[in-house]
């Protein structure tokens, strides 16, 4: 796990010189697949784009690093203010030649079984959307995460450094995917200490994606827990956890990161300060090697990847030192969860 904060550095430090135009150029010069041809990547971004410090980005990272290896051509769409227009941004970038189109979100998953069978030549991936039934077409992979997992560690690093006893949680849109990040850190924290006490609560309820992009709205709902007694807050909110690091920042308590090491790419020693850890999910792996696949020739379509900690597609960020004093208890659960002694639940009973 500490690899993977580290590795995830790298990959997200080319965020920072990216720009909607398409990155990279030419022909790939690979063997076998579409890389013996001229590569281009469509990449449509989720609710708030490109910017967001946590997921988007991460998908930015691992399409920008297999670009540039590869020598493909980029192009990265964002949704309009309401992200109406998911739809359409599938349908530009397959009717512009872009192959493989990879939309990133679960917002995602109507629009893109309505459009990929319209495209049969295109090959289209959906992160956080399974598509194992085949339902949303044959040219349509799922790339899926174990978030639970993940999140069952983030709940056991908040029981060892709560000092009260008292935690809290803040979702982006109550939905199922977002759930699984609850379920998961509840189970974690109360596997520590099954009295502990975990707030929880959404921004925006479900159907309503705004809760992914609203940082005053963010600082709102964790200021509510940190004034009612609770010491960390982890949120699994997208654009909107910038919220929740100003409002730890301001009562002097702590917060836990989702997606991407929150630490590095925050940019903001104050709040840098309070980011006790992120429950890392490798967005930029999952893409990354998606499009190494595609090039190769080596995708299959109508099938689900999982990325869970077995596979390193997820875990805990180290930066900042913050949990190394119980790095041990961490890597113990950890390993009860890889070897099934541990099964994380998925949804809130």
Known sequence: MRAAAVLLAGSMALAACASDEPAGGGSG??????????????LAYDEGGRGDQSFNDSAYAGAAAAADALGADLQELSPNEDASNRAELLTQLAEQGFNPVIAVGFAYDDVIAEVAPQFPDTTFAQVDGSNSDGAKGDNVTGLVFAEEQGSFLAGVAAALKSESAHIGFVGGVESPLIEKFEAGYVAGAQAVNPQIRVDRQYISPAGDFSGFSDPARGQIVAQGMYDAGADIVYHAAGGSGLGVFQAAAGSGNRAIGVDSDQYLTVGDPALQAVIM????????????????????????????????????????????????????????????????TITVPTTIE
């Open 29 to 42: 010069e690979g063997g076998g697949g579409a890389a013996a041809e001229e590569l281009r990547i469509g």
């Open 277 to 340: 850890t992120s429950m890392l999910k490798r967005v930029d792996n999952a893409v990354e090697q998606f499009i190494n696949d595609y090039s190769e020739g080596n995708v299959q379509g109508a099938e689900d990847v999982l990325n869970d900690l077995s596979t390193e597609g997820i875990g805990l960020a180290t930066s900042g030192g913050f949990i190394d004093d119980i790095q041990d208890d961490i890597d113990q659960y950890a390993q009860q969860i890889t070897d099934g």
